[in-house]
């Protein structure tokens, strides 16, 4: 288990694609899970030592699956993330040509990435959803009662499929960011590059309830670099949100910015502190950054002890 690691699966998948580039995967054995909440119930039961799942895409933005997976149940942590480009290749079984196909299945988010070639070219197709571009593949090879696959093209070898048409994706920047989770106790020291993720829930809904919470981050000088809400599930106008912003736990405005969270909030689910992918940190002004924190610790401690 210490040196098994789950992913999107089946074979073909980009997720798959992603975490054989992750160092933390290297000569790990690798095994393909069929959804996000199945690959974060093998790490919470201990079946897998960490999984990789699709948290955001620079065109359609998050994957609720994810964020709603990470924000209930037991804690999890993100340990790592990787961002890769995506291009999508329409796949069919031999001998099918443009004209047969009336029905094409893939994952909602590629769906909404090749919506203007689709139009172009096919239009009026049927698109069913399935769990991954990879699932699509895969159910078609095994005779599935649709006529083509929207996927990553190297799931054509892996399922015996043939590239019908290529890179039919609207966008030549469309990217995907995926996230390695683990239990917690796996996190990294701060690297000085780093995001955290985090889910906050509200004490209750009222006006400025959604200032409050932004002005913990603001008055720290820490930038935000995502944010989304979410239904709670227990009733409706009920939500939580999902935040990505810059820094490390370990960083003192990141510390402050908790703590001024924690006690407005019903509850703050810390999610990890971790490297960023694109290596390019943002410059931290001097009144927020950690010896100034530091400074004005001790400025108070010595108010408080009349010095």
Same mark, same amino acid.
């Given at each position: 288990?210490?040196?098994?690691? *789950? ?27 069929? @959804? ?6 093998? +790490? ?18 998050? +994957? ?9 149940? $037991?804690?999890?942590?993100? +340990? ?9 290749? %329409? ?13 094409? !299945? ?30 699509? !593949? ?5 005779? !599935? ?6 996927? *990553? ?17 609207? @966008?030549?920047? !469309? ?12 996190? %990294? ?5 780093? #995001? ?26 820490? $930038? ?32 402050? *910015? ?8 019903? $509850? ?36 408080? #002890?009349?010095?």
């Amino acid at each position: 288990m210490s040196n098994t690691f *789950a992913y999107l699966g089946p074979r073909g998948t980009f997720a798959q694609t992603a975490i054989l580039r992750l160092p933390a995967a290297d000569g790990a054995e690798l095994v393909p899970a069929e @959804s996000v909440p199945n690959a974060l119930s093998m +790490v919470r039961s201990g079946e897998v030592a960490g999984a990789l799942v699709p948290i955001e895409n620079s065109v359609e933005g998050a +994957v609720p699956t994810t964020l709603d997976g990470l924000s209930h149940g $037991d804690t999890l942590e993100i +340990v790592a993330e990787i961002a890769i480009p995506v291009e999508f290749s %329409l796949l069919v079984r031999p001998g099918t040509t443009l004209k047969d196909i009336t029905r094409i !299945a893939t994952h909602p988010h590629a769906h909404a990435q090749c919506l203007e070639w689709l139009s172009v070219n096919l239009p009026g197709v049927h698109v069913l959803p399935a769990m991954s571009t990879a699932t699509a !593949a895969s159910d078609l090879s095994e005779g !599935a009662n649709f006529d083509a696959a929207i996927c *990553a093209r190297v799931a054509a070898e892996y399922y015996n499929l043939e590239i019908l048409a290529d890179n039919i994706g609207d @966008s030549d920047a !469309a990217w995907t960011r995926f996230v390695l989770v683990q239990k917690p106790g796996h996190a %990294l020291p701060a690297s000085g590059n780093d #995001k955290t993720t985090v889910s906050l829930f509200m004490m209750e809904n009222h006006p400025g309830a959604l200032q409050e919470i932004l002005t913990e981050f603001t008055v720290r000088g820490i $930038d935000l670099t995502r944010v989304e809400s979410r239904p709670t599930k227990k009733q409706l106008g009920a939500y939580f949100f999902s935040i990505d912003f810059e820094g490390h736990i370990d960083d003192e405005r990141v510390g402050e *910015a908790l703590k001024g969270l924690h006690r407005i909030c019903a $509850d703050v689910k810390f999610l990890g502190s971790y490297p960023r992918h694109d290596h390019t940190p943002e410059p931290v002004k001097s009144a927020v950054n950690n010896e100034a924190f530091l400074e004005a610790d001790q400025w108070l401690s010595n108010l408080r #002890k009349r010095v």
